[in-house]
């Protein structure tokens, strides 16, 4: 490695370490916090078979599994202010992540709400719960620990994914790296450093996820 690529990749380094701690990160997470409540939502009602609702949660579920995510980020971002509806970036990008992934856990929810045994339920009546304090300490509990690993494998995606807000002038790794080569023209040392953060902090997640499969499968929630 020659002296001034080595310049070049030692001070991009901090610059674009600040901009995975202050944006992606946070962007990762609120997204996904906004993606588990929706999916929670959209699962208990496609569970519960709420007539109506549920349909509409599979118009949810089918627009936005078929439609590209950066077609999503666009009309949100640049197509909705023809509306008059104006977004900042980064708020824009939660949203479009958050509903976006949240379609896809409902589905991993969905399924492992069906995975609950039902004389669960049987049993929560014959105790005198309602059907709504069955699921809330029964049934949501023991689903939610059976998709861990989806639903962790899922943040991890979208921490990868948050590199798209770039496309809608979010500075996060992937758009300060571009600013940065703006300037110093050395795209391969930038973009392999950019990906080589991504890569540690996937693999700080990937071994949060084992750890935590490895504690819940000592409960019985999943297997390690």
């Given at each position: 490695?020659?002296?001034?690529?080595?310049?070049?990749?030692?001070?991009?380094?901090?610059?674009?370490?600040?901009?995975?701690?202050?944006?992606?990160?946070?962007?990762?997470?609120?997204?996904?916090?906004?993606?588990?409540?929706?999916?929670?939502?959209?699962?208990?009602?496609?569970?519960?078979?709420?007539?109506?609702?549920?349909?509409?949660?599979?118009?949810?579920?089918?627009?936005?599994?078929?439609?590209?995510?950066?077609?999503?980020?666009?009309?949100?971002?640049?197509?909705?202010?023809?509306?008059?509806?104006?977004?900042?970036?980064?708020?824009?990008?939660?949203?479009?992540?958050?509903?976006?992934?949240?379609?896809?856990?409902?589905?991993?929810?969905?399924?492992?709400?069906?995975?609950?045994?039902?004389?669960?339920?049987?049993?929560?009546?014959?105790?005198?719960?309602?059907?709504?304090?069955?699921?809330?300490?029964?049934?949501?509990?023991?689903?939610?620990?059976?998709?861990?690993?989806?639903?962790s494998n899922s943040l991890i995606?979208?921490?990868?994914?948050?590199?798209?807000?770039?496309?809608?002038?979010?500075?996060?790794?992937?758009?300060?790296?571009?600013?940065?080569?703006?300037?110093?023209?050395?795209?391969?040392?930038?973009?392999?450093?950019?990906?080589?953060?991504?890569?540690?902090?996937?693999?700080?997640?990937?071994?949060?996820?084992?750890?935590?499969e490895k504690r819940l499968a000592?409960?019985?929630?999943?297997?390690?």
């Amino acid at each position: 490695m020659d002296e001034r690529l080595w310049g070049i990749l030692s001070d991009a380094f901090p610059k674009l370490l600040k901009a995975g701690v202050e944006i992606t990160i946070p962007l990762t997470v609120i997204s996904f916090a906004l993606a588990l409540v929706i999916a929670v939502i959209v699962a208990l009602i496609q569970y519960a078979k709420i007539r109506g609702l549920r349909q509409l949660c599979r118009f949810y579920i089918w627009i936005v599994r078929g439609t590209p995510l950066l077609v999503q980020l666009y009309i949100v971002f640049y197509g909705l202010p023809s509306a008059g509806i104006m977004l900042e970036a980064f708020p824009a990008a939660i949203l479009v992540f958050g509903f976006n992934e949240g379609a896809y856990m409902a589905e991993s929810i969905r399924g492992t709400l069906e995975g609950v045994n039902v004389g669960q339920l049987e049993a929560g009546y014959c105790v005198g719960l309602s059907y709504g304090k069955i699921m809330w300490h029964v049934v949501l509990p023991q689903a939610l620990r059976m998709a861990f690993p989806a639903l962790s494998n899922s943040l991890i995606s979208m921490l990868k994914g948050t590199s798209m807000a770039a496309t809608i002038t979010v500075v996060e790794m992937f758009r300060q790296a571009q600013i940065i080569n703006g300037r110093v023209y050395e795209s391969l040392g930038l973009y392999v450093e950019v990906a080589l953060i991504y890569l540690a902090f996937c693999t700080i997640l990937t071994w949060i996820q084992h750890k935590g499969e490895k504690r819940l499968a000592s409960y019985g929630g999943v297997r390690a």
